[in-house]
């Protein structure tokens, strides 16, 4: 068993920057895959990011490239979502998720893939 918290989610303007968390019970965090979705209403839920477990490798969806940046800390039980340079359409609820499975790219970018998720925290950036 896995449980995940996230944090880090409000309100902020167009431009400005939020850095998510996302702490991980257990002792066997390294043993994970993790992964960020998000899910705006009315949308389906979306992949938004992820990274192996040695932080080693990361994936992004093509609309974050170069605005956010995933990250983990092993010691810490932690996964990091930072963003930058927000826009209104990532207005959405924020969640993550751990996989065991992850051994090729194609794995991380399905939330089927997940077997563990978060709670979400919601992200709302104005325009």
């Known amino acids: 068993q896995v449980q995940l918290v996230e944090s880090g989610g409000g309100l902020v303007q167009a431009g400005g920057s939020l850095r998510l968390s996302c702490a991980a019970s257990?002792?066997?965090?390294?043993?994970?895959?993790m992964g960020w979705f998000r899910q705006a209403p009315g949308k389906e839920r979306e992949f938004v990011a992820a990274?192996?477990?040695?932080?080693?490798?990361?994936y992004y969806t093509d609309s974050v490239k170069g605005r956010f940046t995933i990250s983990r800390d092993n010691a810490k039980n932690t996964v990091y979502l930072q963003m930058n340079s927000l826009k209104p359409e990532d207005t959405a609820a924020y969640y993550c998720?751990?996989?065991?499975?992850?051994?090729?790219?194609?794995?991380?970018?399905?939330?089927?893939?997940?077997?563990?998720w978060g709670q979400g925290t919601q992200v709302t950036v104005s325009s």
């Open positions: 998720a751990a996989q065991t499975i992850a051994t090729m790219t194609s794995l991380y970018l399905a939330g089927y893939n997940y077997d563990y």
């Open positions: 257990g002792r066997t965090f390294s043993s994970y895959a």
């Open positions: 990274i192996s477990r040695n932080g080693g490798s990361t």
